[in-house]
């Protein structure tokens, strides 16, 4: 009786040969094959909790900048709003100064308590006759990006600057409704 190593293995094992060939031969055999319970990571497995505790801290760490990102993206919506507002109200001056522009040129009748200015924001858009021809000063009234209506706070030339009230003797200016405070502190009714 002999005791070796299995040479076709890659784990050495110790083969006990008995001499004989077909006993031999299969207690060989028998212990080059996997046993099947066999495991080189002992029983307890300590690494296994490891993954919840993984997944909690994952978990509280993408909620801690969730928590960071949303006050970021309302501040980026509250700034796209108040551009936008810049813009329209832009838009809508540019038009009534158009409008008294042309008014000013004789191109147009207009009513002598006017002053030039346009009695509404519906004749910028639905035009006026100048020469035989319609002339629009505005596509559309915008929509008040702040209260998501397209009512606009309207001041005539008659008006106080800092009146809420509108005389409706022409449209000298607008402003919004809206009594929200900007970014930079200011109202978005004085605008």
């Known amino acids: 009786m002999s005791i070796g190593t299995n040479p076709h293995t890659t784990n050495p094992k110790p083969v006990i040969s008995t001499g004989g060939g077909a006993s031999a031969a299969a207690a060989e055999k028998s212990a080059s094959l996997p046993q099947p319970f066999s495991s080189p990571i002992p029983a307890s497995h300590p690494e296994s909790g490891l993954t919840l505790v993984e997944l909690i801290i994952c978990v509280a760490i993408v909620a801690i900048l969730a928590s ?23 838009e809508m001056r540019e038009a009534i100064d158009r409008y008294k522009d042309a008014a000013d040129k004789g191109a147009m009748q207009i009513k002598a308590d006017s002053l030039g200015y346009p009695p509404d924001l519906e004749t910028l858009v639905n035009g006026v006759d100048i020469q035989d021809k319609k002339v629009k000063f505005l596509r559309r009234i915008p929509v008040d ?9 309207l001041r005539s030339n008659q008006d106080d600057a800092d009146s809420d009230s509108f005389g409706g003797q022409n449209v000298f200016d607008v402003h919004t409704k809206s009594q929200g405070t900007a970014l930079d502190g200011t109202k978005y009714s004085t605008w």
């Open 68 to 90: 960071a990102a949303i006050p970021i993206a309302r501040f980026q919506v509250k700034r796209e709003k108040e551009r936008e507002l810049r813009r329209d109200l832009w």
């Open 145 to 153: 990006p702040m209260t998501g209506t397209a009512e606009w706070g």
